[in-house]
């Protein structure tokens, strides 16, 4: 598998000051909580469960597990990233503090498992010779950081990042990577993207099959604008302005589909300590069973709706059945009846459609070659005078990376 590079860009953005503690939840919660506690209804979800025994994996770009709200809560696994940065280090553990922060939040009982596949920089990228060991392997820091999260006891797999450009950020070692989670029974979420007011590209891993793809709500419960608008949303949580911890040990709020994903998954941690037999599917069934629906249905906006925590919670006691085992098949010999056409068979190729199609791709081809030719040639005999522009080849593509949701 060809690596790709890897960077984190704080998509959460910070706003001014330090909001006060506007308590709703229970006081195990350490960071202060805001409007995300009466939306999600955390108060009536908390009475039910508090996330005992739950291990969530956060894959991101570190946690500072000393800072007062994750004291004593936090597991560190291993440094996938290999960028030589360390606690400390301003681009460590920034966006995954405030992570952790908000899934505990949530689910003040549950455990941190930080596995770091991310940074928090804008703008660098590890050395490709520092990943060789992972190169090697043929694995992704992402694909390698789920992997170490199923085989090493987390039961919610959180990740608040995802792909940040057009081309190529689909991998199917990383697809089978999370499909290894889910036959293992641990969910994994995802935020949805925060190009829902520009690009509204597709993010990975949101897009993989089997991911709970979170999207973002604002206080009035509508999308946030940032928020990516996408078929693959399944449900939403409170992104903005959502107090979180930072990695020199105090508060900020943040906005983003990262942090809707933490308190997202910090809901699973709940249901999931009130039921543990819950499978990824009926945990997935029951989130969006008990949305906050919108008067529209569901959407691309909002996937199924806003997360109701109390309701989910509830839920999970007695959740639907899961009939998504794997099931022998038991039709006809053939799946093409009633003809009965050997599935390994096809029909004959006519030749009169596929030549008619040939010349016409071939006749555009020629044309479109001459139009480029005509074009440059017109280009040489008439320049145009002053400044240009770049100079460097055309076409080049922007380098990959992944970027905190």
């Known amino acids: 598998m060809k690596l790709r590079t890897i960077?984190?860009?704080?998509?959460?953005?910070?706003?001014t000051g330090l909001l006060g503690t506007l308590a709703t939840t229970p006081a195990q919660a350490a960071t202060?909580?805001?409007w995300e506690g009466q939306a999600l209804g955390l108060s009536a979800a908390q009475q039910q469960s508090q996330?005992?025994?739950?291990?969530?994996?956060?894959?991101?770009?570190?946690?500072?597990?000393?800072?007062?709200?994750?004291?004593?809560?936090?597991?560190?696994?291993?440094?996938?990233?290999?960028?030589?940065?360390?606690?400390?280090?301003?681009?460590?553990?920034?966006?995954?503090?405030?992570m952790a922060s908000d899934v505990l939040k949530v689910a003040p009982k549950a455990k941190i498992l930080s596995v770091r596949v991310i940074d928090d920089s804008d703008d660098e990228t590890p050395d490709i010779k520092d990943l060789e060991e992972l190169r090697n392997q043929g694995k992704s820091p992402l694909e390698a950081g789920i992997q170490y999260a199923v085989d090493h006891g987390a039961d919610v797999i959180s990740m608040s990042l995802g792909s940040s450009d057009w081309f190529n950020t689909y991998s199917a070692e990383e697809s089978a990577a999370v499909d290894y989670a889910l036959l293992a029974g641990v969910p994994v979420l995802a935020s949805a993207g925060n190009s829902g007011d520009g690009l509204n590209s597709t993010s990975y891993p949101a897009g993989y099959a089997g991911v709970i793809a979170v999207a973002a709500t604002q206080?009035?419960?509508?999308?946030?604008?940032?928020?990516?608008?996408h078929t693959y949303n399944d449900v939403a949580a409170p992104g903005v302005a959502i107090n979180s911890a930072t990695n020199t040990g105090g508060y900020k709020p943040v906005n983003g589909t990262s942090p809707a994903c933490a308190l997202a998954a910090g809901v699973v941690a709940l249901m999931k300590a009130k039921n543990p037999k819950l499978t990824p599917t009926q945990v997935n069934d029951v989130l969006i069973a008990t949305t906050n629906r919108p008067a529209?249905?569901?959407?691309?906006?909002?996937?199924?709706?806003?997360?109701?925590?109390?309701?989910?919670?509830?839920?999970?006691?007695?959740?639907?059945?899961?009939?998504?085992?794997?099931?022998?098949?038991?039709?006809?010999?053939?799946?093409?009846t009633p003809d009965g056409t050997p599935k390994d068979t096809h029909p004959e190729l006519e030749q009169s459609v596929f030549m008619t199609g040939a010349v016409a791709a071939g006749a555009g081809l020629v044309l479109l070659i001459g139009g480029v030719l005509l074009v440059r040639s017109g280009r040489r005999r008439a320049p145009t005078?002053?400044?240009?522009?770049?100079?460097?080849?055309?076409?080049?593509m922007p380098p990959q990376g992944r970027y905190p949701g």
């Open 7 to 15: 960077r984190a860009t704080c998509t959460a953005v910070a706003l």
């Open 32 to 34: 202060p909580v805001g």
């Open 51 to 98: 996330g005992e025994g739950m291990t969530v994996a956060v894959l991101d770009s570190g946690v500072m597990e000393d800072h007062p709200a994750l004291k004593g809560k936090v597991t560190t696994g291993p440094d996938f990233l290999q960028d030589g940065l360390e606690p400390g280090d301003p681009k460590w553990g920034e966006h995954g503090t405030a």
């Open 219 to 229: 206080p009035n419960g509508t999308r946030a604008e940032f928020s990516t608008v």
């Open 296 to 336: 529209g249905g569901g959407s691309a906006l909002l996937g199924y709706g806003p997360i109701n925590a109390a309701a989910a919670v509830k839920a999970s006691a007695s959740p639907p059945k899961d009939e998504t085992a794997p099931a022998a098949y038991e039709g006809k010999e053939h799946f093409a």
């Open 385 to 396: 005078p002053g400044p240009m522009g770049p100079t460097g080849p055309a076409g080049m």
